[in-house]
């Protein structure tokens, strides 16, 4: 079975998520740019981790 990767469902979102990642990483101190093969798994990943933090807390105001 092949994978599908990381496929864009939504292409309208992907320019927001990518401002809302730059964000993210600008307050975690961390220097994303258009290559981020110089960051270790840590950096990336707590990127990743305080975005979904957020759109978890986000939600949950919202309900």
Known sequence: M?????????PEAKEGLNRFKMETARELGVQF?????????????????????KMVEEYERNL
């Open 2 to 10: 092949a994978s599908r990767g990381n496929r864009v469902v939504v």
């Open 33 to 53: 740019s258009d290559y981020n093969g110089n960051l270790t798994s840590r950096e990336c990943g707590s990127v990743g981790g305080a975005m979904v933090k």
